[in-house]
């Protein structure tokens, strides 16, 4: 039998794999450091051929305990970060970032990506997020939720997102 690159043209979408996490986490995390992976915001894909790339998207909603809440994240492949800036010094190579523009503790930022890998592997594949302190002091980061969380109905909660596409090499 031929193995799907050679059934499908490049380009074509062969799987869709996609996570939706509608609750909560949240980590203490010391200045500069990064979280450990976001639970239940991972997604494994079997790429059918070596050629194959996965086209990863990623949307995350989050805030912290410090002023200006922000969100910044590291994709990882299987533990690994992938499609992260080019290392520059002691600086963490990062994903994406967002910033709000404001100190209210019930402000929200998200963060989102869409990156092109290229594993060259059928094994399974599991990408997972970690979320980044880059303030000064330690900070509880949050995700799907404000710092102050305020049990009102003008604030709310949110979903965070990854999906992942095989396309065709």
């Known amino acids: 039998t031929a193995d799907s ?9 062969l799987q869709v794999v996609s996570t939706t996490k509608t609750d909560t986490f949240s980590a203490s995390v010391t200045t500069g450091s ?5 639970t239940g915001l991972t997604a494994s894909i079997t790429p059918a051929s070596t050629s194959s790339k996965i086209l990863v998207q990623i949307s ?3 805030s912290s305990s410090q002023s200006w809440g922000h969100t910044a994240l590291q994709l990882q492949r299987d533990g ?4 992260v800036g080019d290392a520059a010094g002691s600086r963490t190579q990062l994903t994406a970032q967002s910033l709000n523009y404001g100190s209210d503790t019930s402000d929200m930022a998200s963060a989102s990506k869409i990156f092109l890998d290229s594993p ?3 094994s399974s594949i599991t990408y997972s997020v970690k ?9 509880t980061l949050y995700v799907n939720r404000s710092s102050g969380d ?3 109905s003008r604030r709310g909660r949110s979903i965070s997102t990854i999906t992942l596409m095989e396309v065709a090499g």
């Open 5 to 13: 690159s050679t059934l499908f043209a490049s380009g074509a979408i």
């Open 34 to 38: 990064l979280s450990s992976e976001i």
């Open 60 to 62: 995350v909603d989050g």
């Open 80 to 83: 690994s970060p992938v499609g």
């Open 120 to 122: 060259a592997t059928t």
């Open 131 to 139: 979320i980044h302190n880059q303030y000064v002091g330690t900070a």
């Open 150 to 152: 305020s049990d009102l």
